[in-house]
């Protein structure tokens, strides 16, 4: 079966300083894994996507993760915060049957000036 | 596009009444999800389409939870009887099996519901 956990439920950084949320996935096979963020009271809106190409993926608004299948981790980091990345980000991992996916419980990430 | 559309976006209903919310995928998409999502239990997948077809729905909580996709263009999640746990945001994502979209679900503003 494949999941993914996210180590984190809240992260809290200062603005301008280095962004790390952690995640770990379970897959018994090559997985496709994405990260989305949900801003309060919107939706879901995707951040990237690895699907066994390049292990380095880049996403919008600075936001990058990478995939290490000796550690089966696909950390989301971004250099440098901005007040508007306060948001519940959710690591995701392809499911068993078709298209559906597997969510993470997410992370809280904050942003304090 | 206008992406994936949802109506209402907020709904207040007395317990015991009948609740049905509504889905536009974006057009050209084959696969259609319905998620539900709570403080307690996060996101969770409750059915998903694809070709209009119903592919799983053991998500779906109980009978009192049913889902049409009547044509490509609309899907209907009805409660009936609604309940106070029934309260969560609802949101509906679509997704193509053309290559270049393969898996990424684009998901709509959701629809809030409470239930009193």
């Known amino acids: 079966a494949q999941s993914v956990t996210q180590l984190d439920s809240h992260v809290s950084v200062s603005e301008g300083t280095p962004v790390l949320l952690r995640c770990n996935y379970s897959s018994s096979y090559s997985p496709s894994l994405f990260w989305y963020v949900q801003h309060p009271n919107k939706g879901l809106q995707l951040l990237l996507k690895y699907t066994s190409a390049a292990t380095l993926v880049k996403g919008i608004n600075g936001f990058e993760a990478e995939f290490k299948k000796s550690e089966t981790s696909f950390h989301l980091t971004k250099p440098s915060a901005h007040m508007s990345d306060a948001a519940e980000y959710f690591c995701?991992?392809?499911?068993?049957?078709?298209?559906?996916?597997?969510f993470g419980k997410g992370t809280s990430l904050l942003v304090t000036p | 596009d206008a992406g994936v559309i949802q109506s209402p976006r907020h709904e207040v209903t007395e317990m015991g009444q009948e609740v049905t919310l509504r889905c536009k995928p974006i057009s050209g998409h084959d696969y259609l999800f319905w998620y539900r999502q709570t403080m307690m239990r996060g996101l969770e997948l409750l059915i998903y389409f694809n070709n209009n077809v119903p592919i799983d729905d053991s998500g779906m909580p109980e009978d009192r939870f049913s889902a049409k996709m009547p044509n490509a263009s609309f899907s209907t999640l009805k409660i009936q009887p609604s309940e106070p746990r029934d309260s969560a945001v609802y949101f509906c994502a679509s997704s193509s099996t053309s290559p270049a979209y393969q898996e990424t679900q684009y998901f709509g503003p959701g629809t809030r519901l409470l239930v009193l």
């Open positions: 995701v991992v392809s499911g068993n049957s078709g298209y559906a996916l597997n």
